[in-house]
């Protein structure tokens, strides 16, 4: 994911608290740390962080930790790879799973 998209994803959740708020009382909004805390994750660039991160962060789906490692683009393959042998040991499930589009007639992904 490329710079403009994290920082789409961060304007994104600006402007649906700041119009959120303006209609309610509540501080933070319910789920509001948890999305920051994601999209922050997209922001990780040091092998160890993601890591560590996905260690530290059992509250996202096995889906959504994989779009994290997916895309830390600036992170060694090995520690993508360590941190996607975490979120496998959590979910055995997802070892399954295919995140590869189907393209009919060429045998790959699901189709």
Do not use: C, N
Request: charged content about 25%.
């Amino acid at each position: 994911m490329g710079t403009e998209g994290r920082a789409q994803m961060q304007f994104d959740l600006s402007t649906v608290t700041g119009a959120l708020r303006r209609v309610t009382s509540l501080h933070p909004l319910p789920g509001e740390i948890k999305a920051q805390t994601y999209i922050g994750a997209f922001y990780l660039q040091q092998d160890e962080d993601l890591v560590q991160w996905v260690t530290e962060h059992s509250e996202y789906s096995s889906k959504q930790l994989s779009v994290v490692i997916t895309a830390a683009a600036a992170v060694s393959k090995k520690a993508r790879q360590r941190a996607q042998e975490i979120v496998d040991t959590r979910d055995p499930k997802s070892k399954k799973r295919s995140y590869m589009p189907s393209i009919p007639g060429f045998g790959l992904g699901r189709g």
